[in-house]
């Protein structure tokens, strides 16, 4: 209610941003060309495929293991697996990005 009402009423997901658009800013400057002065703002997501596999996993190994100790201790190694897949992810990420500064610098052909 209230304001956060308003703010779920009024908000949209967008997937599948190309590579220029992937900064909160220039979502933002996008979506504010398109209807200016009604953009309040933009929060970017990259690690949502990896929360809700993380969810999944979960669930997977609860039905595995009753044991809550079991459990537990299950679910932190999946954490970690997963926060590696971030990482790996998240360098990809850097990695392209800067190979794509430098091939429009016209250092790369």
């Given at each position: ?59 997977a190994s609860d039905t595995i293991f009753r044991c809550s100790c079991c ?39």
């Amino acid at each position: 209610e209230g304001s956060e009402a308003a703010q779920a009423q009024h908000s949209l997901m967008v997937e599948m941003l190309p590579a220029k658009y992937q900064s909160a800013k220039k979502v933002t400057a996008l979506f504010e060309a398109l209807f200016p002065g009604r953009i309040h703002g933009s929060v970017l997501h990259y690690e949502t495929a990896a929360f809700y596999n993380l969810k999944r996993l979960k669930a997977a190994s609860d039905t595995i293991f009753r044991c809550s100790c079991c459990q537990k201790r299950l679910h932190k190694e999946i954490e970690k697996v997963v926060a590696l897949e971030q990482a790996i992810a998240r360098r990809k990420r850097e990695t392209e990005l800067m190979l794509r500064d430098v091939a429009l610098d016209g250092q790369v052909d």
